[in-house]
């Protein structure tokens, strides 16, 4: 297993956060995804997803490997949000549809306000910059430019199990 663990190393690199960001070639589909889905870009979603995943299997590998006690829970939780972040980055890029790749980007940042205004209304009861509304909002704006009449379905979607079933579908 530690040999599987190893191969990460690369992608460590990669994904240093005071690393350079590479952005998508100009002209290329993940560049025209990310112009279509400003300020939500498909190319930092999928960056930010594997960077998940890897950092999830960095934690797996080194609590394997310096832990002085074997866990026995925890090592199956770290493996299944690699998992889950690794399924999301490929859900989001794996359509050839165009359309599709930027209604599943939307449905993504939608899942990720909702989530992010239950954290928020959990720890304090001020309210943020921007509301939950207004922001989710933008999403269905974004998605009637892109020729979503109904913008509302986009945004109020459900993710996980579709990332995961989709991603297992060759």
């Known amino acids: 297993m530690f040999r599987h663990l190893d191969r990460i190393e690369p992608w460590l690199q990669r994904m240093d956060p005071g690393g350079h960001y590479e952005r998508p070639?100009?002209?290329?589909?993940l560049s025209r995804d990310d112009k279509e889905t400003h300020p939500h870009?498909?190319?930092h979603a999928a960056w930010h997803?594997?960077?998940?995943?890897?950092?999830?299997?960095?934690c797996l590998r080194t609590l394997l490997k310096d832990a002085q006690m074997m866990h026995m829970y925890?090592?199956?939780s770290i493996a299944r949000a690699a998992l889950e972040n690794a399924c999301a980055a490929v859900w989001l890029l794996a359509p050839d549809d165009?359309?599709?790749r930027i209604l599943r980007r939307l449905r993504l940042a939608a899942l990720d306000i909702r989530g992010g205004g239950a954290a928020r209304r959990l720890?304090?009861?001020e309210p943020g910059p921007r509301s939950e509304e207004?922001?989710?909002?933008?999403?269905?704006e974004i998605a009637r430019r892109k020729g979503q009449a109904a913008g509302r379905t986009c945004v109020d979607f459900r993710v996980r199990g579709a990332a995961l079933r989709d991603a297992a579908v060759p």
């Open 25 to 29: 070639q100009e002209r290329s589909a």
């Open 41 to 43: 870009g498909m190319s």
């Open 49 to 58: 997803s594997l960077s998940h995943a890897v950092d999830h299997l960095n």
């Open 74 to 76: 925890v090592p199956y």
């Open 98 to 100: 165009r359309t599709e």
């Open 123 to 125: 720890l304090t009861d």
């Open 134 to 140: 207004e922001r989710v909002g933008e999403l269905r």
